[in-house]
């Protein structure tokens, strides 16, 4: 069996599915990397072909062989038609926006796993791409921020006198809110936090953060998988409210909240920008889903009010090579519970890869249905 590893396609993407370290890791298959796939990660084809891959020149060639495909990101719909019937495809999907890709690549009855959907559990740690991911965002937003921010982030005290440290506020304590309470920290800013989950306080506390606390309860605030539950419009309006004013007083707003498949709340208003101080910076964690920011442009860096605001889309890919990295871990460790003696079982029966599974026999599973029976590679019944 050939897994093959293509070049990512999506315009500024330069992370790689397979790192070569993890080459070596993968027994029993047969392993293509399409020529540059990694270049732009700082892996050369070189680097591949020392650990026993072999580089192929043309995308179309490489997908046409492979009986598995690791990716990044979603093929494109040309791409899947390139794609053996019966294949495997492993890879981000976004399921909730790819609905065209999906019918594509069931008609090609291709299996779809989605890194995206697979379920938060403490044994799926290992493959929790979401959250390597996100640690990368967090970082990038913290290092967005110094850079844009016309002060230093940690207090001096200097002959020429004391400067103060600059003030950030993260609102949103998922995986990227925590990294970038880290980061600023860490850089010597003051920084404050906010989540509307309670549990999250003596986390936010731990990173050397304060935990500012919203004076109105959130009815079920947390889904099982830990994300933050979508709340009513009187909770997101007095919401808004008590975050304008405690933006009011920061340098840095750093916004990470996002609900699963639906549109970004809206936490700070075009109110709340014009009653930040001038040269602030807001980084919009949650651009690509119309953004946490009202005024946020998404894939833009704008001035607003004299408020720079970043809506920039996959903060990652600018730090590809340990972006890369901690993904080729995710996507080894999820694709070694499929491998048994050189060959892919897909045993359904399994929580992990049944609650990843989008596109099956033919068949788009998402929105979940009911799991189908278990089934080898070949497509009969386990």
Not at 34 to 55: C, L, N, P, W
Not at 165 to 174: D, L, W
Request: with cysteine; aromatic share 6%.
């Amino acid at each position: 069996m050939i897994l093959g590893i293509p070049k990512e396609t999506l315009e500024n993407e330069k992370r790689v599915a397979l790192v070569p370290e993890a080459l070596s890791k993968i027994k029993g298959l047969e392993i293509h990397v399409q020529s540059g796939a990694g270049e732009a990660a700082g892996f050369t084809d070189e680097a591949y072909r020392a650990k026993g891959a072999v580089i192929v020149s043309e995308a179309k060639s490489l997908y046409e062989q492979s009986d598995v495909i690791l990716k990044v990101m979603p093929p494109e719909i040309s791409e899947s038609s390139w794609m053996k019937e019966g294949a495997v495809l492993i890879s981000f999907v976004y399921p909730h926006s790819h609905a065209e890709l999906l019918k594509s690549l069931a008609a090609k009855k291709v299996s779809v796993f989605a890194m995206d959907l697979i379920p938060r559990t403490s044994r799926a740690q290992f493959m929790d791409a979401l959250s390597s991911q996100a640690t990368i965002a967090g970082y990038k937003a913290a290092v967005l921020a110094i850079d844009s921010l016309p002060k230093i982030f940690p207090m001096l005290i200097t002959a020429a006198g004391t400067i103060s440290a600059a003030r950030v506020f993260v609102i949103g304590a998922g995986v990227a809110g925590l990294q970038a309470i880290a980061t600023a920290h860490r850089m010597g800013a003051s920084v404050e936090a906010y989540d509307l989950r309670p549990v999250v306080k003596e986390q936010i506390e731990s990173l050397g953060a304060k935990f500012v606390s919203l004076p109105l309860e959130a009815q079920d605030a947390q889904t099982s998988g830990g994300y933050a539950k979508a709340q009513s419009e009187e909770f997101y309006r007095k919401q808004q409210e008590f975050l304008a004013k405690t933006a009011q007083n920061a340098d840095v707003v750093i916004t990470t909240a996002l609900v699963p498949g639906k549109r970004a709340p809206v936490l700070l208003s075009e109110n709340a920008v014009k009653g930040m101080k001038p040269s602030s910076v807001i980084v919009d964690l949650a651009a690509e889903q119309g953004g946490n920011c009202a005024l946020t442009e998404p894939g833009k860096t704008v001035v607003k009010y004299g408020v720079t605001i970043h809506g920039l889309f996959n903060l990652p890919a600018m730090i590809p090579g340990q972006a890369s990295l901690m993904y080729s871990r995710n996507i080894s460790a999820f694709l070694a519970l499929m491998l048994k003696d050189g060959k892919v079982n897909i045993d359904l029966k399994d929580d992990l890869l049944s609650g990843s599974l989008a596109v099956h026999n033919g068949e788009v599973l998402f929105p979940k249905q009911p799991a189908p029976v278990a089934v080898a590679a070949g497509g009969k019944a386990a």
